[in-house]
């Protein structure tokens, strides 16, 4: 039986959390937009799986801003466009990706979907909330009182009392 009704888009939205593994603004047609790669893997010990996608809104705006640079761990949820395990050369012969590439459409960052920049070499300590005393030589001590017991009479204890 042949089907001819034509093939509609499903909803299929995807969540994923990897790593920003590139990102850059680039150009097209005279508007800007922020280009990013995301990459994750899908099971324990599996594969790694390029998620790509542009964005010219907010996204944009934090990159801009250094706060969506490559390493950083995202949350991301989007539309899934298109799957690829290969790609073609100019010439048209059939090449392997180093690893699959899912493109995404729609792509937000939910609350709670930015997660911890990596860590720069040489970064800078963090400042305390707080101003640190330091002392130097050896401060003066009072002298250790005796822990033995004394034993006091029941008149002695209610005048120490009040």
């Given amino acids: 039986m042949n089907n001819t009704s034509p093939r ?16 850059e603004i680039a150009y097209k047609d005279g508007s800007e937009f922020l280009s990013v790669s995301v990459i994750s893997t899908a099971s324990k010990d599996g594969v790694d799986i390029e998620y790509k996608f542009n964005n010219s809104n907010g996204l ?24 690829s395990a290969y790609w073609f050369t100019g010439s048209g012969e059939i090449q392997v990706r180093k690893r699959p590439e899912i493109q995404l459409t729609g792509v937000n ?19 305390a909330a707080g101003t640190v005393i330091t002392q130097v030589g050896t401060p003066e001590v009072d002298e250790t009182p005796s822990m033995e017991p004394v034993e006091e009479t029941a008149e002695e204890e209610l005048v120490a009392l009040y």
């Fill in 60 to 83: 944009m705006g934090l990159f801009k801003k250094g706060y969506f640079c490559k390493g950083r761990q995202v949350t991301i949820t989007g539309h899934i466009k298109d799957v």
């Fill in 109 to 127: 960052v939910l609350d709670g979907g930015l997660g911890p920049m990596p860590n720069a070499e040489g970064q800078a300590q963090r400042l």
């Fill in 8 to 23: 509609y888009a499903q909803f299929n939205a995807l969540t994923v959390t990897g790593r920003i593994f590139h990102a």
